[in-house]
Nanobody, 117 residues
């Protein structure tokens, strides 16, 4: 079975930073793409950032120039560096991965990020 486990969420301050990490298990898992999504209260789940390769990333307009997504070469892990946090970043953040070989899509359980003003 494949599991994605997020870590690094919690309470941050406006203008501060948090780093979210997601690790897939088993460690032999390899993704063709990984990403982060978030869902705030009363809103639909939305794309935050995705990565296919270091030169192929995509960011939501609201997080461009503030957040950075990165992954290991095998795409077994993915990290979201969140800088210049805003209260509007408050949401549950979900890790997402698409299997390189089966194309199955997996989701993490989500981690809460709360940004105080």
């Amino acid at each position: 079975q494949v599991q994605l486990v997020e870590s690094g969420g919690g309470l941050g301050q406006a203008g501060g930073s948090l780093r979210l990490s997601c690790a897939a298990s088993p460690s032999t898992f390899s993704a063709s793409a990984m990403g982060w999504y978030r869902q705030a209260p009363g809103k639909q789940r939305e794309l935050v950032a995705t990565i296919i390769s270091p030169g192929s990333t995509n960011y939501a307009d609201s997080v461009k120039c503030r957040f950075t997504i990165s992954s290991d070469n095998a795409k077994n892990t993915v990290t979201l560096q969140m800088n210049s946090l805003k209260p509007e970043d408050t949401a549950v953040y979900y890790c997402n991965a698409r299997s390189r070989y089966t194309y199955k899509v997996y989701w993490g359980q989500g981690t809460q990020v709360t940004v105080s003003s």
